[in-house]
């Protein structure tokens, strides 16, 4: 039986390609590619037989691949690149799971890992990925765009530094505006944006831009565009990420700012952040202020309160059974707010609904993950009922009849056993 070889061997130049991907190059009778690739390498590949696939022809590549290792050659199938990042070695192994390959039927895969585009474009401005980082493919011939803009938002919330991979082609141009729409939602619009052309080959080019020019510079295909944090900066023509040593110290190499320890989390750490929260909280601010102030779900707020016992957390279906004893309550969501009695609640299939004869009110019930009570004076004040997600899909919360409460979900619980 033959051998594959899913080789990434780089930027492009000799000189970036590892000692392993020359060595498989070396080996292997068959060469497949995508015709640029093929160029980049060529003089590796006297005395092999050579097969170039045009650009949209990557399951062919890969079936030829297999095909030829039946025969009992070696093959290394190339990319630019990380062969595993946004490469072929996905799909070949698509491609070879569906012929009932396995790793034990006889064809060994060798996936040769190279410097991928993202690594190589940052080599060349400065030390953008010095902190967290993550790419995302612009590309929407096989990803929908609904879940291409979802991870845009997500990293643009999130901070992190983001590379884009094919921003831009010749039929596909308005990705880039939506694209940069996004990241100004969240990010200052004198962000820091690096746009790299063709990494270390002939028509290499670079350009340090902000974020609001991204969308009339100049991109193509072969441009790798990495969008910096909060804390990116230019100095000097290079673009620097900070890895964070100015949360905890007063100086590069200084000592320690006060309250903070060399070699232990930082006071806002994990154990820290929980602290500050609840101080907070304690102090008058809604569980709701801080999840907005911080940016983060509601249920990561509502998780550090459940320890001092100011939160209880109970299943959606749980919560159904204590409802109808909660008496008059108040219900928002993202609707205006309606003051209803605990027993006017139905289940309509997946709707919670609350059905009177001058008012509607329903919720699809399907998403409720948790509930949490919260409690102040040893009573029940508000239900927090949040999604899969942590973001708040419903909330009721307790008012006072006759001077006081009706019933809290606290004795509802004790009763139910």
Known sequence: MGKIFLVGFGPGSVEQMTLRAREAIAQSEVVIGYSTYIKLVEDLLVGKEVIKKGMTEELDRSVLAYEKAKEGKTVALISSGDIGVYGMAGPTYEVLFEAGWTPQTGIEVEVVPGTTALSAAASLVGAPLTHDFCSISLSDLLTPWATIAKRLVAAAQADFVTALYNPKSGRRVEQIVEAQAIFLRHRNPATPVALVKSAYRNKQQIELIRLDQLAEAEIGMLTTVLIGNSNSFVAHGLLVTPRGYANKYLSPGGAAKTGERAGRSLSSGLEGWGAQVLEQILAGASPEEMAEALALPLGLVLEVLVEPGIAN??????????????????????????????????????????DQPDAYWSLYWAEAEKVYLLERNQECSRALVLNRAGDLLVGFELTKTAGQFENSAVKALKSLG
């Open 313 to 354: 957390v109970t299943d959606p279906r749980r919560f159904l059974e204590i409802l109808p004893k909660l008496g008059t309550l108040w219900a928002t969501g993202s609707g205006p707010k309606i003051l209803t009695k605990g027993d006017g609640w139905q289940i309509q299939g997946e709707q919670l609904v609350w």
